[in-house]
């Protein structure tokens, strides 16, 4: 990468990490303030820790339309504000209701499909690949950090205090994002990356990018209903204070991760992601089964690892599941769905499982995420075996602009290529093809053959 793309790829990462660890920080502590918060109910306390859900759900994708038309920046600074107010409002809160407007408004700064679009703006096409991965690794190292980091700041400071670190974390994102985020020579639509508007109806209608986008959500929903009743059983059923937390939630995050990349490794040597998918999902229902039962350090430490070793291989595999599922002009619509779907599966988690909690109990709350993952794995059984294909982006010659027809032709022609498409107003190709079988050289050649033919 060149020092600007490396500055780009460094500044939007910590942006994107630091906005996720102050929504996430809360998740292990929160409702271990269910009985001193005034006006706090089961539900009310579910609604809290999910309604950033539901505010990020509706307003991601008209974020990152909008940015197309009114700059990059301005928007994420935006995004930024509503995360540090909500985070002032949250923090200052003498009742659960100031909680969940504070939470409401900090999940309003939805800027994740703004700081792609911006990626892609910053990044050339030939390394976007690479600057994603920075991203995505960041966001996965952001959430072991929250977890473990959340107890810890709360045992110093309190609850408030989580909402104050977020606040100021917001404020050094804003930093980052002017004195230290280059500034794009132009924004311009990236399909492959933030969503369309002209897609969204065809994303809906596809049968394989719906069943992802249920799985998602019951994956989501199933992990926030677990956090308003995991914090109560470590201090009920193991007597561990709640400052000592992080000394479950650190081990047990690791080891999950640990276990995760054999599984990772096996499904894409093999090609086999569909049953290591289906393997994850009957693991979760497993873990829903035998969490309401675990009253032992051993049982609890057993059932929290396997939870997120099927977690965080769902997580990683199913993003990538969508890239390959959707066509190459479409990419960015059908994530922006599937982060949606993620998103409201937090909100449904919170109001659900709050439900479950207050006329079920505990086991109602395990009950929920065991019918939910059942479900699924009956969706996942119909999942037709994934492609694998993978999704190149490529800077278009100039020579090329007034011929997208002819180009198109020729790249579809070229061994290993399942789908091609041209855009001369996103200076862009675009194309679905099969490792295995594509030639890198044969494409160079097609894109600097016009530009020779023209000399």
């Given at each position: 990468?060149?020092?600007?793309?490396?500055?780009?790829?460094?500044?939007?990462?910590?942006?994107?990490?630091?906005?996720?660890?102050?929504?996430?920080?809360?998740?292990?502590?929160?409702?271990?303030?269910?009985?001193?918060?005034?006006?706090?109910?089961?539900?009310?306390?579910?609604?809290?820790?999910?309604?950033?859900?539901?505010?990020?759900?509706?307003?991601?994708?008209?974020?990152?339309?909008?940015?197309?038309?009114v700059?990059?920046?301005?928007?994420?600074?935006?995004?930024?504000?509503?995360?540090?107010?909500?985070?002032?409002?949250?923090?200052?809160?003498?009742?659960?209701y100031?909680?969940?407007?504070?939470?409401?408004?900090?999940?309003?700064?939805?800027?994740?499909?703004?700081?792609?679009?911006?990626?892609?703006?910053?990044?050339?096409?030939?390394?976007?690949?690479?600057?994603?991965?920075v991203?995505?690794?960041?966001?996965?190292?952001?959430?072991?950090?929250?977890?473990?980091?959340?107890?810890?700041?709360?045992?110093?400071?309190?609850l408030?205090?989580?909402?104050?670190?977020?606040?100021?974390?917001?404020?050094?994102?804003?930093?980052?994002?002017?004195?230290?985020?280059?500034?794009?020579?132009?924004?311009?639509?990236?399909?492959?990356?933030?969503?369309?508007?002209?897609?969204?109806?065809?994303?809906?209608?596809e049968?394989?990018?719906?069943?992802?986008?249920?799985?998602?959500?019951?994956?989501?929903?199933?992990?926030?209903?677990?956090?308003?009743?995991?914090?109560?059983?470590?201090?009920e059923?193991?007597?561990?204070?709640?400052?000592?937390?992080?000394?479950?939630?650190?081990?047990?995050?690791?080891?999950?991760?640990?276990?995760m990349?054999?599984?990772?490794?096996?499904?894409?040597?093999?090609r086999a992601?569909?049953?290591?998918?289906?393997?994850?999902i009957?693991?979760?229902?497993?873990?829903?089964?035998?969490?309401?039962?675990?009253?032992?350090?051993?049982?609890?430490?057993?059932?929290?690892v396997?939870?997120?070793?099927?977690?965080?291989?769902?997580?990683?595999?199913?993003?990538s599941?969508?890239?390959?599922?959707?066509?190459v002009a479409?990419?960015?619509?059908?994530?922006g769905?599937?982060?949606?779907?993620?998103?409201?599966?937090?909100?449904?988690?919170g109001?659900?499982?709050?439900?479950?909690?207050?006329?079920?109990?505990?086991?109602?709350?395990?009950?929920l995420?065991?019918?939910?993952?059942?479900?699924?794995?009956?969706v996942?059984?119909?999942?037709?075996?994934?492609?694998?294909?993978?999704?190149?982006?490529?800077a278009?010659?100039?020579?090329?602009?007034?011929?997208?027809?002819?180009?198109?032709?020729?790249?579809?022609?070229?061994?290993?290529?399942?789908?091609?498409?041209?855009?001369?107003?996103?200076a862009?190709?675009?194309?679905?093809?099969?490792?295995?079988?594509?030639?890198?050289?044969?494409?160079?050649?097609?894109?600097?053959?016009?530009?020779?033919?023209?000399?």
């Amino acid at each position: 990468m060149t020092p600007s793309e490396l500055r780009a790829t460094s500044g939007l990462a910590a942006i994107y990490s630091v906005r996720m660890a102050g929504l996430f920080m809360v998740l292990p502590v929160f409702m271990l303030y269910a009985d001193v918060l005034p006006g706090a109910t089961p539900f009310l306390m579910g609604l809290a820790l999910g309604i950033y859900g539901l505010t990020q759900a509706l307003l991601q994708i008209p974020f990152g339309m909008i940015s197309d038309r009114v700059g990059r920046k301005p928007l994420i600074a935006l995004g930024l504000l509503l995360l540090i107010v909500g985070s002032i409002v949250a923090a200052l809160a003498e009742s659960v209701y100031g909680i969940i407007l504070g939470r409401a408004l900090q999940g309003a700064g939805a800027v994740a499909a703004v700081v792609l679009a911006l990626t892609a703006d910053l990044i050339s096409e030939e390394r976007r690949t690479r600057a994603l991965a920075v991203i995505g690794l960041t966001i996965g190292l952001t959430f072991t950090a929250a977890m473990v980091l959340g107890p810890v700041v709360d045992r110093m400071f309190g609850l408030s205090g989580i909402f104050w670190l977020t606040a100021i974390l917001g404020g050094v994102a804003l930093l980052l994002l002017f004195f230290w985020v280059p500034v794009p020579a132009r924004c311009r639509p990236h399909p492959d990356m933030v969503p369309v508007p002209g897609g969204l109806r065809h994303a809906l209608r596809e049968p394989e990018l719906l069943r992802l986008n249920v799985g998602i959500f019951i994956l989501h929903m199933t992990l926030a209903a677990n956090f308003l009743v995991l914090p109560l059983m470590l201090v009920e059923r193991l007597e561990l204070a709640s400052e000592f937390h992080y000394q479950v939630y650190l081990p047990v995050l690791v080891l999950g991760f640990l276990l995760m990349i054999p599984a990772v490794i096996y499904a894409e040597r093999r090609r086999a992601l569909k049953p290591v998918l289906i393997g994850a999902i009957g693991l979760l229902v497993g873990v829903q089964l035998l969490l309401p039962f675990a009253a032992t350090w051993l049982l609890l430490g057993i059932a929290l690892v396997l939870f997120f070793a099927a977690f965080n291989l769902l997580e990683a595999a199913m993003p990538s599941l969508v890239a390959k599922t959707a066509p190459v002009a479409e990419k960015g619509t059908a994530m922006g769905l599937f982060s949606t779907s993620q998103f409201l599966g937090i909100f449904a988690g919170g109001v659900l499982g709050g439900l479950a909690l207050t006329y079920v109990g505990v086991a109602g709350v395990f009950g929920l995420g065991l019918a939910a993952a059942v479900v699924w794995l009956l969706v996942a059984a119909t999942m037709a075996p994934p492609s694998h294909l993978s999704n190149r982006a490529y800077a278009l010659p100039k020579p090329w602009m007034a011929a997208e027809g002819e180009l198109s032709g020729r790249l579809n022609a070229l061994q290993g290529v399942a789908e091609a498409r041209v855009s001369a107003r996103e200076a862009a190709v675009y194309l679905k093809v099969d490792p295995a079988s594509f030639d890198e050289h044969a494409l160079r050649d097609v894109l600097m053959g016009h530009s020779a033919a023209r000399a």
